[in-house]
């Protein structure tokens, strides 16, 4: 009997945030597993991404919707209810997401900023690989609704929809996933079947929420050799080192790069069909 087939985009999200992501990207991407990276276009090392990626014409190139704890394309005098104390975008994601969903002012700079963003991206000349966004908060309703709205306007082909398999994370590390993970779901299984109606490319699975900056090698090789069928986006935060200004508190960088450039990982893989998500329009 013939096995189903398996095809694969291995994505590196954050790319543009520090020097040390940028170096990541390039080096899991030369010399191993990495096919895609999230760009986000408000981060001081951008510029130094797009150069790279330029460099690196099969690296399939995203935008990274930063609407969360990151920066802002436009100036704060245009989304003050956007931006939090420091003058970067809020933290406090529940009282956040209310707002968004009640408040007509917010919405409108919610929509500005992400239109800018988009634009931001169109100005690189890079080919749109996907979209997603920085902490899933896309999976908002409200935010969905933009993202697909919005990104019709810019040729936004494909989203990553977080519907993680937990049978395939019980057979790697039994166990309960976390709680970041399942509160998702539900929103997943959601936007998923609306992101298909809308027409856009989505994967069957993605795996790297219930360990987000914790993809280690034996993880990673572990998914991969359980990898169902159907198409699955893998996705980690490697970086040559943590401690950059924007670093999340906790994640292992370092070993997410060594996941994507492991010898047992690039085995695991070798079967895989891996891509981009264009290859899959």
Not at 216 to 232: F, I, N
Request: glycine share 10%; proline share 8%.
């Amino acid at each position: 009997m013939k096995q189903p087939e398996r095809s694969l985009v291995v994505t590196a999200d954050d790319f543009g945030l520090a020097r040390e992501v940028n170096e990541a990207v390039e080096i899991a991407h030369r010399d191993g597993i990495l096919g895609a990276a999230s760009l986000m276009v408000a981060e001081p090392w951008c510029a130094d991404a797009v150069e790279r990626a330029r460099r690196l014409p099969d690296l399939a190139v995203g935008l990274h919707l930063t609407l969360v704890e990151g920066r802002a394309v436009l100036p704060p005098s245009e989304i003050p209810d956007l931006i939090g104390p420091g003058g970067k975008l809020r933290t406090d994601l529940a009282r956040y997401g209310a707002e968004i969903f009640f408040r007509p002012g917010v919405r409108r700079q919610i929509a500005a900023e992400i239109r800018a963003q988009f634009e931001a991206f169109a100005r690189t000349g890079l080919p749109l690989d996907h979209v997603n966004a920085h902490k899933h908060y896309h999976l908002h309703p409200t935010i969905a609704g933009l993202v697909l709205e919005i990104g019709r306007e810019f040729g936004m082909r494909a989203l990553r929809v977080p519907v993680e398999p937990l049978e395939t994370l019980a057979a790697v590390e039994p166990g309960r996933p976390g709680t970041e993970a399942r509160i998702a779901g539900p929103y997943a299984r959601l936007l998923r079947a609306r992101a298909r109606r809308a027409g856009l490319v989505v994967a069957d699975q993605v795996l790297g929420l219930a360990w987000s900056g914790a993809m280690t090698p034996s993880r990673v090789a572990g998914l991969l050799r359980h990898l169902p069928p159907g198409r699955t986006e893998l996705y980690a935060h490697p970086a040559t080192a943590g401690g950059f200004a924007g670093a999340a508190p906790g994640y292992r960088y370092a070993e997410e790069l060594a996941a994507l450039t492991d010898p047992e990982t690039i085995e695991a893989a070798r079967p895989i069909r891996r891509s981009g998500y264009a290859a899959w329009s």
